[in-house]
């Protein structure tokens, strides 16, 4: 089963960036589709966008992210990173990646919902002053 490895999450100040990365000690990631999901304390898991093993990135699920939140891909590292400017409260919650093999299907592909196999043990992210 492929494992997948997040990093950099941490306690911070409200308007503070974090950046989370995502990694495979034993896959590439070139090859999969690699999303990002958030839990906050006390709500179900929600999607925050998904880059396709082509590079495009879904649009953001969560609509207070717009402008705040990017997904990256640097295959080079075999990472994908989630970049977080200017960090609120409300952004609390533990963050997980999760990928499916995807060099079977369209460059474009990403899975729906929550249809990865791959998740990794999540990174907590602490927004507070």
């Known amino acids: 089963q492929v494992q997948l490895v997040e990093s950099g999450g941490g306690s911070v100040q409200p308007g503070a960036s974090l950046r989370l990365s995502c990694s495979s000690p034993e896959f590439s990631l070139a090859d999969y589709a690699v999303a990002w999901f958030r839990e906050a304390p006390g709500k179900g898991r929600e999607a925050i966008s998904c880059?396709?093993?082509?590079?495009?990135?879904?649009?953001l699920h969560v609509d207070s992210a717009q402008g705040r939140f990017a997904v990256t891909r640097d295959n080079a590292k075999n990472t994908v990173s989630l970049l977080l400017d200017a960090l609120r409260p409300e952004d609390t919650a533990i963050y997980y990646c999760?990928?499916?093999?995807?060099?079977?299907?369209?460059?474009?592909?990403?899975?729906?919902?929550?249809?990865?196999?791959?998740w990794g043990q999540g990174t907590q992210v602490t927004v507070s002053s």
């Open positions: 999760a990928g499916k093999y995807a060099r079977d299907r369209r460059p474009t592909y990403c899975p729906r919902g929550s249809d990865y196999p791959a």
């Open positions: 880059i396709s093993r082509g590079g495009n990135i879904s649009a």
